[in-house]
């Protein structure tokens, strides 16, 4: 049987070793460009997805008892942040495909940011842990911004699916306020089959 080969280009350059990535620890990788989530925060997206959660809390639900307790308005879960709050869209009509190659194991960037992480090409990548600290509330109303992309280490790592490194990378959200709503740190282990 022949063996596969990959037609599409391993994240990581052959110019790099382990070692670059770990003396880049602290740069920041964005090279200053901000990712502007496409919506403005609604009140219909936050009710929408505490109710098939059945989040009942009253400060997601009604504008007048989150400004009673304090808050500027209808408040977002936390956990609808990252995976809806903070999104630009990879792609709208008009631009160029996201997937121009039809190999199945291609991988691409959702939204390259500035420069790459100097890094030895590997094949594979799983993301393994993600951790979002919180600093003050968004609410309804609110427009976020991802800014920076800090290298906040790499740990070497030989596990049972192959060798690469633990690379961990943060972010922020901030509103339209410029005040910082969270804190997010990302794990992916990047690594070579052996």
Known sequence: MAEKKFTSNPLG???YTWD???GAIGKDFSGGKEILADE?????????LCEPWEIGN????????????????????LSALRSTFLKASGW?????????????????????????????????G????????????ACVGDRLTVRGDKLVNASL?????GFGAFVTRERRAYNQRGELVARITGTTYCYNRE
């Open 13 to 15: 350059n052959p110019k």
């Open 20 to 22: 670059d990535t770990v």
């Open 40 to 48: 403005v925060i609604e009140y219909t997206s936050v009710v929408r």
């Open 58 to 77: 009253p400060i997601y639900w009604s504008e007048q008892i989150a400004k009673q307790l304090g808050y500027r308005g209808v408040v977002v879960p």
């Open 92 to 124: 709208k009509p008009g631009q160029k495909t996201q997937f121009p190659t039809p190999e199945p194991n291609a991988s691409f960037p959702l939204h390259p940011t500035g420069e790459e992480i100097p890094m030895p090409p590997v094949t594979n």
């Open 126 to 137: 799983a993301f393994t842990n993600m951790e979002m600290e919180f600093f003050e509330p």
């Open 157 to 161: 790592k030989r596990t049972r699916v």
